[in-house]
């Protein structure tokens, strides 16, 4: 399974992104499937997950301003980010589990198997 992340880019405060992550395989409806983000100096925080058969999760940071969703034809996974803030600034990631995750377990970097290169997200005025 790979995984490939893009959309990342330079965007004002207030501004809007959105990011995708295509993945390999026939299987990816089956997955469980998640966004995390990393700042310079500090650890990979998780942002959102589209649990497989399950509601969404979000980091309480972004509750509101962003989206997770997913298109099982085209094997993408997107995070719609509005109202950016400059501490959204990070390099995002997308991260996939072949299982069905509970809450607490789509929060922690540990329960995904596979992880796409990332992709850098700068907010700045």
């Known amino acids: 399974v790979q995984l490939q992340a893009s959309g990342g880019g330079l965007v004002q405060p207030g501004g809007s992104l959105r990011l995708s992550c295509v993945v390999s395989?026939?299987?990816?409806?089956?997955?469980?499937m998640a966004w995390f983000r990393q700042a310079p100096g500090k650890e990979r925080d998780f942002v959102a997950a589209?649990?497989?058969?399950?509601?969404?999760v979000y980091a309480g940071s972004v509750l509101g301003r962003f989206t997770i969703s997913r298109d099982n034809a085209k094997n993408t996974v997107y995070l719609q980010m509005n109202n950016l803030k400059p501490e959204d600034t990070a390099v995002y990631y997308c991260?996939?589990?072949?299982?069905?995750?509970?809450?607490?377990?789509?929060?922690?970097?540990?329960?995904?198997?596979?992880w796409g290169q990332g992709t850098q997200v700068t907010v700045s005025s």
């Open positions: 991260a996939a589990s072949p299982l069905g995750l509970i809450q607490s377990q789509a929060r922690r970097t540990d329960a995904y198997d596979y």
């Open positions: 395989g026939r299987t990816f409806s089956t997955y469980s």
């Open positions: 589209s649990r497989r058969g399950a509601n969404t």
